[in-house]
T-cell receptor, first 112, second 115 residues
Framework: KNQVEQSPQSLIILEGKNCTLQ??????????LRWYKQDTGRGPVSLTI?????NTKSNGRYTATLDADTKQSSLHITASQLSDSASYIC???????????FGKGTKLSVKP | DTGVSQDPRHKITKRGQNVTFRCDPI?????LYWYRQTLGQGPEFLTY????????KSRLLSDRFSAERPKGSFSTLEIQRTEQGDSAMYLC?????????????FGEGSRLTVL
């Protein structure tokens, strides 16, 4: 069964600290993996999209990694800011035009 | 604004009433998706269109739900005889199947509260 699991479910960190969010998937065939940021009450916004051949991709203070062998991805946030408080959703596409499998998200709270 | 727009952003209705949501995708995108999201959960797929054709419907889309995209541009999602369990955020997203990675661009969502 195609599944995307994220951990932790929620995370509280202090402003300025780094954090890493995890995404494990059992999706086959794999096409690409995306990380989205979703502010409370808003629609998700894309952070990165990674294909099979990509190991690391950065977008400002966000760095995503992908290990296609172990079917794991991580999203590292550097020097967190209050505005990073949001849910971060991992999404895996199955096949070139296939279904998108959504994780339940990690809710990140950055405290001053 | 050239992003995905949804209307209304918020809707409060009484149980048993019908509601309709509208989504205007990015103009050159030929795929349009509807998702439902409840608190603390990721979006759940409801249905998607390629141009005006509805290509897939989730089992979540009961017979009270109907979606249309009559001219391959904007789409509507109607819920008839609403139930309290229909309370959720309804998200619309669009993408292009021509080139690129098929990345989804989401709207801000329409939040439904059924009293």
């Amino acid at each position: 069964k195609n599944q995307v699991e994220q951990s932790p479910q929620s995370l509280i960190i202090l402003e300025g600290k780094n954090c890493t969010l995890q995404c494990n998937y059992t999706v086959s065939p794999f096409s690409n993996l995306r990380w989205y940021k979703q502010d409370t009450g808003r629609g998700p916004v894309s952070l990165t999209i990674m294909t099979f051949s990509e190991n690391t991709k950065s977008n400002g203070r966000y760095t995503a990694t992908l290990d296609a062998d172990t079917k794991q991805s991580s999203l590292h946030i550097t020097a967190s800011q209050l505005s990073d408080s949001a849910s971060y959703i991992c999404v895996v596409r199955s096949g070139s035009q296939g279904n998108l499998i959504f994780g339940k998200g990690t809710k990140l709270s950055v405290k001053p | 604004d050239t992003g995905v727009s949804q209307d209304p952003r918020h809707k409060i209705t009484k149980r048993g009433q019908n509601v309709t949501f509208r989504c205007d995708p990015i103009s050159e995108h030929n795929r349009l998706y509807w998702y439902r999201q409840t608190l603390g959960q990721g979006p759940e797929f409801l249905t998607y269109f390629q141009n005006e054709a509805q290509l897939e419907k989730s089992r979540l889309l009961s017979d009270r739900f109907s979606a249309e995209r009559p001219k391959g541009s904007f789409s509507t999602l109607e819920i008839q005889r609403t139930e309290q369990g229909d309370s959720a955020m309804y998200l619309c997203a669009s993408s292009s199947v021509v080139g690129g990675t098929g990345e989804l661009f989401f709207g801000e969502g329409s939040r439904l509260t059924v009293l």
